[in-house]
């Protein structure tokens, strides 16, 4: 709850990305809140009142999940919109002509946009879900210490720097700047 709101605040794909793990955690939890607050909420170095907030925060992803019948896969419906607005402001600024190194990035990106939607067999949304898919397959693989080419490793810099970029512009965009 605590570290949602700082990157919902300061990076979007972060934010995003971050939410897919916590759909994940409360998976691998069975949608066990009381375990997942006895083996992980409770282990917060925060007062009792905040992990309490962070217990009910979990509690209700959890039913919103269970609503949407997204318990085995997919994501919430306002983390959906997110990547919709995410997607819809990707081409607002492909059209403005004051864009072009956004646009040079994405055209650098765009073959492998291309190359994991083949592998996908096309199961994202749109552009952004598919890089988002791709950098949290990255972290996941990362966390399993499963074996990265090097390939896989540039065309993942390339994803998180195009995200990275995207990011810095909708803030600004929220901000008003």
């Not at 309490?52 to 609503?67: C, L």
């Not at 959906?80 to 403005?96: D, S, W």
């Not at 492998?112 to 592998?119: F, G, P, T």
């Amino acid at each position: 709850m605590l570290i949602s709101r700082e990157k919902r605040k300061s990076n979007i794909a972060e934010y995003i990305l971050y939410m897919w793990q916590v759909e994940d955690t409360i998976r691998a939890f069975d949608f066990d809140i009381d375990r997942l607050d006895r083996e992980l909420i409770q282990k917060y170095d925060h007062p009792l009142q905040v992990r309490n907030d962070i217990r009910e925060w979990y509690e209700n992803i959890a039913e919103q999940m269970k609503n949407e019948k997204v318990e085995r896969s997919g994501h919430v419906r306002f983390i959906k919109n997110i990547i919709a607005e995410l997607h819809r402001y990707h081409h607002f600024l492909l059209k403005q002509p004051g864009e072009s190194d956004y646009a040079d990035m994405y055209a650098r990106v765009l073959p492998l946009i291309r190359e994991m939607d083949a592998k996908q067999n096309r199961t994202t949304e749109n552009e952004i879900e598919t890089c988002l898919n791709a950098v949290y397959i990255y972290m996941m693989m990362r966390l399993r210490k499963d074996k990265v080419t090097p390939e896989t490793a540039r065309a993942m810099e390339l994803f998180i720097r195009f995200l990275g970029i995207l990011s810095l512009k909708f803030k600004a965009y929220e901000e008003g700047r």
